[in-house]
């Protein structure tokens, strides 16, 4: 069972993507929107999920103006956001 794990705050707002890596299995994916992209911005989060299956909001990013600094990352739209919720078995908001 693949398991969509969906982050909207940032590791300094709430403890939600620590607590999803403690759980996430390697077919999982690791989605972080909102605020939670910014932990893209530090290396320890960066190595933390480095061998896992990671996207961001595309919209979310581009929104706190950090597209050059999280080029690298695999970047999703609305469409493949409903895309990926179907995928997977369940979607776990944190």
């Not at 590791?11 to 999803?20: I, K, M, R």
């Not at 979310?60 to 103006?65: K, N, P, S, T, Y």
């Not at 609305?78 to 776990?92: G, M, N, R």
């Amino acid at each position: 069972m693949k398991i969509l794990h969906h982050i909207t705050s940032s590791p300094t707002e709430s403890n939600a993507l620590a607590c999803a890596l403690r759980f996430i299995k390697p077919d999982d994916t690791l989605l972080l929107a909102g605020n939670a992209v910014a932990a893209m911005l530090h290396p320890a989060w960066r190595d933390a999920v480095s061998n896992l299956h990671l996207c961001l909001m595309k919209t979310d990013v581009e929104a706190r103006g950090l597209n050059s600094q999280l080029a690298t990352f695999r970047q999703i739209d609305y469409p493949e956001f409903v895309a990926q919720t179907l995928t997977h078995s369940k979607v776990i908001t944190w």
